[in-house]
C-alpha cells in the first residue's frame, strides 16, 4: 500500500493560481482588532490625553466654531429676516434653484461613467487599464480654477469648438451646460472610487453564474450587479451630490458670474459678501451648511453599511475557497 508523503507538494495546490479578484490580506490590523486596541490601551495616559486633545482642538477650530458661527451670523437678526433673505432675493431663489438642477444633473451623468468604469476595470485586464484608473483621479490633483479654464479653451469663444458651436447657435460656456460640464469633471471621481473596492470585492462568481442561467445584460446588471453595489453606489453618490452643491472654482470661471443667470449657491454667497450683505451671505451659506450636515449623517450610515457588505462578501470567499 502506497503511503502519501505529507511534506510533498501538493499538484493541484501548485498549478491552482489565487484569484485575481481575491485581495490579498490586509498587513494592517482591521480596527476592530482586540490586539490593537489593548495595544492603545497600554499607551501613557500622557500620550492618549496630548493625541485626544489636540484631535477635538483641530476639529473644534477648524470645523465646530466655523460650522456654529454660520448659522448664529445667519439667524443674527431673526427669523423673518433670515427667511426673507432666502426668498426675497430673485438672485438668490435663481441660485438655489440652479444648484439644485445643476448637481443632480452632474451625480447621474457620473453615475453612469462610474459604474461603467467601475466595471470595465474591476472585470476586465486591458492594455491602459493602470493609466484609465490614473486619470479617473486627475480631477483630484488638478485645480478646479484650471478644470474650468480647460472648458473655456474647449467650449469658449475662442476655443477649439468655439466657431463650431457659434456656427449652431450652441452655448455652452458662460450658460448652465458650462456650469453641469465644470461640475461633473470635479466629482467625476467619487462614484468610480467607491464601487472599485466593492466590485473588486465581491468579485465576478454570482455574475458569471447569472449568464450560465441564461441572464441577459439588462438582468445581469439589475438583479445581480446593482443589489451587491447598492451601498457603495449611494455612498458614492452621497459624496459627489455634496462636492457638486458645493463647487465653486470650477464653476467660477465657466458661469461668468451672472447674477439671476449662472450663479450657484456658493457664487452667491461670494458676491453677497462682497457686498457687504452678511445677513444674506450667511444665510445661503446656512443653507449649504445643513446639507452638508445632512450629507455627513447619511454617509456615516452608508459607510457602516458598505463595510458590513465588504465584510460579508470576504466571508463568503472565504469559505467558498476553504470548500
Not at 29 to 51: F, G
Not at 191 to 210: D, F, H, K, N, Q
Request: net charge neutral; proline share 7%; with cysteine.
Amino acid at each position: 500500500m502506497q503511503t502519501k508523503n505529507p511534506t510533498a507538494p501538493n499538484p493541484i495546490a501548485a498549478t491552482t493560481k489565487p484569484s485575481p479578484a481575491v485581495a490579498p490580506a490586509p498587513a494592517t490590523l482591521p480596527r476592530s482588532s482586540p490586539v490593537r486596541d489593548s495595544t492603545a490601551r497600554h499607551d501613557p495616559l500622557w500620550v492618549r490625553i496630548l493625541l485626544i486633545g489636540s484631535a477635538l482642538a483641530v476639529v473644534g477650530v477648524l470645523i465646530v466654531i466655523p460650522v456654529i458661527s454660520v448659522f448664529y451670523q445667519a439667524f443674527a437678526d431673526g427669523w423673518s429676516v433670515y427667511w426673507k433673505n432666502l426668498t426675497q432675493d430673485p438672485d438668490t431663489t435663481h441660485a438655489i434653484f440652479l444648484t439644485l438642477m445643476v448637481a443632480p444633473v452632474a451625480v447621474v451623468a457620473n453615475v453612469i461613467f462610474g459604474v461603467a468604469a467601475a466595471w470595465a476595470i474591476a472585470r476586465f485586464r486591458f492594455p491602459g487599464r493602470t493609466l484609465l484608473t490614473a486619470m479617473i483621479d486627475l480631477p483630484f490633483s488638478v485645480s478646479p480654477i484650471v478644470a474650468g479654464l480647460m472648458i473655456l479653451l474647449i467650449f469658449g469663444r475662442t476655443g477649439f469648438l468655439g466657431p463650431f458651436l457659434m456656427e449652431h447657435d450652441i452655448k455652452i460656456a458662460f450658460a448652465v451646460p458650462g456650469l453641469i460640464l465644470a461640475t461633473t469633471f470635479v466629482t467625476m471621481p467619487f462614484v468610480v472610487r467607491e464601487l472599485l473596492p466593492v466590485m473588486e470585492a465581491i468579485g465576478s462568481e454570482e455574475e458569471t453564474a447569472a449568464v450560465s442561467l441564461g441572464a441577459n445584460g439588462w438582468q445581469l446588471f439589475w438583479r445581480v450587479t446593482v443589489p451587491n453595489i447598492k451601498w457603495g453606489l449611494l455612498y458614492g453618490i452621497i459624496l459627489c451630490n455634496a462636492r457638486a452643491m458645493g463647487e465653486f472654482g470650477a464653476v467660477y470661471v465657466v458661469s461668468g458670474h451672472i447674477a439671476g443667470r449662472t450663479d450657484t449657491m456658493p457664487l452667491r454667497v461670494e458676491k453677497l459678501f462682497q457686498e457687504s450683505n452678511n445677513p444674506g451671505s450667511f444665510a445661503v451659506a446656512s443653507v449649504l451648511t445643513l446639507l452638508a450636515l445632512v450629507t455627513l449623517t447619511i454617509k456615516v450610515v452608508l459607510e457602516r453599511k458598505t463595510k458590513r457588505d465588504l465584510a460579508e462578501a470576504a466571508e463568503m470567499r472565504n469559505v467558498g475557497g476553504e470548500a
